[in-house]
């Protein structure tokens, strides 16, 4: 499997939330190496605290597979995701997680906590990170400092 094909598409999904004026953070599910979710950050969109990439992309899997249960799958995130979104993809039993950019602020995976050290949980995802995180950090920079010109004109 191709983890950079994959971090590409959802670096384009990350795209397509800047322009949107979201934060840009796109995601990616996969399932015996076919895309069966694509989508990014909706929270101003929707007004939806809960509209992160990752959860809206577990929701789409769910439907396309018609359970809960994600076991076979692979997210690829251009964010380490959250706490929240942790949480989501602990329950949704997803096999493997692949992110980008580390968020030293929110991240769950090993820059704030890491998820995976809490000891009696049922499930555990493996974890990459750093695909193409400089491509995937960038995005993040230009959006908060594109954010900030802004607030200053």
């Known amino acids: 499997m191709d983890d950079r094909k994959y971090m590409i598409m959802a670096i384009n999904e990350a795209k397509q939330a800047f322009l949107e004026n979201e934060v840009p ?12 979710a694509s989508t990014h950050n909706r929270k101003e969109q929707l007004s939806r605290a809960t509209a992160h990439a990752e959860i809206l992309a577990i929701e789409q899997a769910c439907l396309v597979l018609g359970d809960w249960r994600l076991d076979n799958c692979i997210l690829y995130v251009t964010l380490e995701p959250c706490p929240m979104c942790a949480g989501a993809i602990y329950q949704s039993r997803i096999k493997k997680v692949i992110f980008g950019a580390f968020d030293p602020k929110g991240g769950a995976y090993g820059s704030n906590f890491d998820i995976n050290a809490i000891p009696r949980l049922n499930h555990y995802p493996s974890v990459s990170s750093g695909v193409l995180k400089d491509e995937c950090g960038e995005l993040l920079k230009d959006f908060f400092k594109t954010k900030r010109q802004k607030d200053i004109e």
């Open 25 to 36: 953070i796109g995601c990616i599910i996969v399932h015996e190496d076919t895309v069966i």
